[in-house]
């Protein structure tokens, strides 16, 4: 009986237990965390870094730690401190191997006396491991292909070189490219095995390549045209059906498409296998671009005055890319309305035929000069960057010159040579351009008069930083006029230095032989330009330049005349349409009672 009854006086207290044990864990789990409240004490610190840091960019690497990141908001407690630093530690160790320091050390510590906390990390990166020779096993390779992937390697790898890890995924990639350059776009890397020797300190990669099946070029889709015609594709796409499949032919034609202004989107997609036949199925997904364009532009130069310009532009008419240019330009000292038709592949491919004609009246201290012109040319583009133009044209002038008028009816047959191996057109950053031009002229209403004006213009643009934020823009010209005397060359014709288009600081075409004050012209020049451009911000940037040059009476410069040298400093403003300018130049060896005190110029693009 007395087993039955305790029995029961557990039966009825134990519920009673239980409910009392939950009620003390729920208080407790309820309970407010003692975290960090408003009134908490943050604790301020500074990280330093010491050790053997010469070789290393630890500024650029410092942004990605989280003690530096989260520095601004200090830490809660010395334990939340130490967590972030044990974080950075194995961060700090992963950058260094990644850099070529596999036998790195890197322990901190934290320093509460005296003054502020201080996180001090102590690096010892130790020796640079070097890579040894690559290792690639590709046995089913013909030995051509095989060796090409081997000297990708060692190019890439080479041995004795810092084992940084970058440049093992650009081997990967080089590899990759290699294959799919020589019939194998379907290829992987099976296998990519690195191998790390801390005797000797050197690292070596293995690799096994699965090439695929070798492929051919299949059938080409093309698919998102809407107004252009197929055939201005087919035409630019350099290879044919059932040849060996070739990556940088499928680049050639996408820079073949774009460089026609008619589409805003070349994609080439490849097929996933080949058929019976090692054929690959090519797809071009192109996205046509608006064929029309509407553009205007001012400016202002204390020399010219305020200046205005329209533009027209149709770039796909008769559904074949031909282009037809229509626009106006005024000014206090010129008015200018032009209109331009292209055809294109005139009876072959990247050769155009080109019809210009225009009206220009220009009022200068110089001259007063009413002109039309007529020219038709024949253009090519020779690749790389290459073109060529030669045409036959008419331009019928009359000029005011010093109360002397004059009619000329010149028929003119201009040949021109362009290089252009720059970045970008408006605001070029690396790269070089050369310009060579000669005409000769024919007044037929009078034979006895003939000349030549010959011009060379060079350019080049460096990037010292890598990284379009500081650029060296370098540009010499030169000209000169043969077979007539100046006086009987026409003043519009003659060369003219001085102002926003050669020589900043002076005055529009003052820079020459004068006449009084007025500009004569000459039938020489020389010009030479220099500029610092400095991208402070993605907006806004400065511009430090220097110019000098002059015009001369004879055919050739003479040494023993003095250059005018003008200098200054611009702003720059990046806008999706270019850069847009603003510079103020001062003249270095002005003239007395002829030029004056500064310059100020207003335009969109860089000066060169």
């Known amino acids: 009986m007395k087993a039955v009854g305790q029995r029961e006086a557990e039966g009825v207290w134990l519920p009673w237990l239980w409910m009392l044990m939950g009620t003390l864990i729920w208080s407790v789990c309820c309970r407010p965390l003692p975290a960090f409240s408003k009134d908490a004490t943050i604790i301020s610190y500074a990280v330093h870094f010491q050790g053997s840091l010469e070789k290393l960019d630890l500024a650029a690497f410092r942004p990605f730690?989280?003690?530096?990141?989260?520095?601004?908001?200090?830490?809660?407690?010395?334990?939340?401190?130490?967590?972030?630093?044990?974080?950075?530690?194995?961060?700090l160790r992963r950058w260094l191997r990644s850099q070529g320091y596999y036998g790195c050390r890197v322990t901190f510590r934290v320093e509460t006396e005296p003054g502020p906390v201080q996180l001090v990390f102590q690096v010892a990166p130790g020796t640079p491991y070097l890579f040894d020779a690559p290792r690639l096993d590709a046995p089913h390779l013909e030995d051509r292909v095989r060796k090409e992937l081997l000297d990708a390697l060692n190019a890439t790898l080479p041995q004795g070189a810092p084992a940084v890890s970058k440049d093992i995924l650009e081997a990967d990639q080089r590899l990759l490219t290699a294959l799919?350059?020589?019939?194998?776009?379907?290829?992987?890397?099976?296998?990519?095995?690195?191998?790390?020797?801390?005797?000797?300190?050197?690292?070596?990669?293995?690799?096994?390549?699965?090439?695929?099946?070798?492929?051919?070029?299949?059938?080409?889709?093309?698919?998102?045209?809407?107004?252009?015609?197929?055939?201005?594709?087919?035409?630019?796409?350099?290879?044919r059906e059932g040849r060996l499949f070739d990556r940088r032919l499928v680049h050639e034609a996408r820079n073949r498409l774009i460089s026609l202004d008619l589409f805003s989107l070349v994609r080439f997609s490849l097929g996933h296998e080949v058929d019976a036949q090692?054929?690959?199925?090519?797809?071009?997904?192109?996205?046509?671009?608006?064929?029309?364009?509407?553009?205007?532009?001012?400016?202002?130069?204390?020399?010219?005055?305020?200046?205005?310009?329209?533009?027209?532009?149709?770039?796909?008419?008769?559904?074949?890319?031909?282009?037809?240019?229509?626009?106006?330009?005024?000014?206090?000292?010129?008015?200018?309305?032009?209109?331009?038709?292209?055809?294109?592949?005139?009876?072959?491919?990247?050769?155009?035929?080109?019809?210009?004609?225009?009206?220009?009246?220009?009022?200068?201290?110089?001259?007063?000069?009413?002109?039309?012109?007529?020219?038709?040319?024949?253009?090519?583009?020779?690749?790389?960057?290459?073109?060529?133009?030669?045409?036959?044209?008419?331009?019928?002038?009359?000029?005011?010159?010093?109360?002397?008028?004059?009619?000329?009816a010149l028929l003119h047959a201009p040949v021109l040579f362009t290089l252009d191996t720059t970045d970008d057109l408006l605001d070029p950053a690396s790269g070089q351009r050369l310009e060579i031009a000669m005409t000769p002229y024919w007044d037929l209403g009078d034979l006895s008069l003939a000349f030549s004006k010959l011009s060379a213009r060079a350019g080049i643009y460096r990037d010292l930083l890598d990284d379009r934020r500081l650029i060296l823009a370098f540009q010499a010209s030169v000209g000169t006029i043969l077979g007539a005397g100046r006086d009987a060359v026409p003043a519009d014709i003659r060369f003219y230095t001085g102002g926003g288009g050669s020589i900043r600081g002076y005055d529009y075409q003052s820079v020459g032989p004068l006449k009084g004050t007025d500009p004569v012209g000459g039938r020489s020049f020389f010009v030479v330009n220099a500029e610092a451009r400095w991208k402070i911000t993605q907006r806004y940037g400065m511009v430090l330049f220097v110019d000098g040059g002059s015009a001369y009476a004879d055919s050739l410069p003479d040494p023993s005349d003095t250059l005018r040298w003008g200098a200054g400093l611009g702003v720059r403003y990046y806008s999706p349409l270019g850069p847009f300018r603003i510079d103020v130049a001062f003249p270095l060896n002005p003239r007395e009672d002829i030029d004056g005190a500064f310059q100020f110029y207003v335009s969109l693009g860089q000066a060169f």
């Open 278 to 408: 090692g054929r690959l199925p090519v797809l071009l997904t192109v996205l046509e671009r608006k064929h029309r364009t509407f553009r205007g532009g001012l400016s202002y130069a204390t020399d010219t005055g305020p200046g205005a310009k329209i533009f027209w532009q149709h770039r796909n008419l008769r559904h074949r890319g031909d282009r037809l240019d229509v626009g106006a330009t005024a000014s206090p000292i010129k008015q200018k309305l032009h209109g331009t038709f292209l055809v294109r592949d005139y009876m072959r491919r990247n050769q155009s035929l080109q019809m210009d004609a225009g009206f220009l009246r220009e009022d200068t201290d110089a001259y007063l000069s009413r002109a039309a012109h007529t020219l038709l040319s024949l253009r090519r583009d020779l690749g790389r960057g290459r073109r060529a133009a030669a045409g036959i044209g008419f331009r019928l002038a009359s000029v005011d010159e010093d109360e002397d008028k004059s009619s000329f």
């Open 65 to 91: 730690l989280d003690s530096v990141r989260l520095q601004p908001e200090g830490a809660v407690s010395l334990a939340q401190l130490r967590r972030r630093a044990q974080r950075d530690q194995q961060t």
């Open 180 to 239: 799919a350059n020589n019939g194998y776009p379907l290829s992987r890397i099976a296998k990519r095995k690195v191998v790390v020797d801390h005797q000797v300190h050197r690292v070596r990669v293995f690799y096994t390549v699965d090439p695929g099946p070798k492929a051919f070029f299949g059938p080409l889709r093309i698919q998102g045209l809407e107004s252009v015609s197929e055939e201005v594709i087919r035409t630019r796409i350099p290879w």
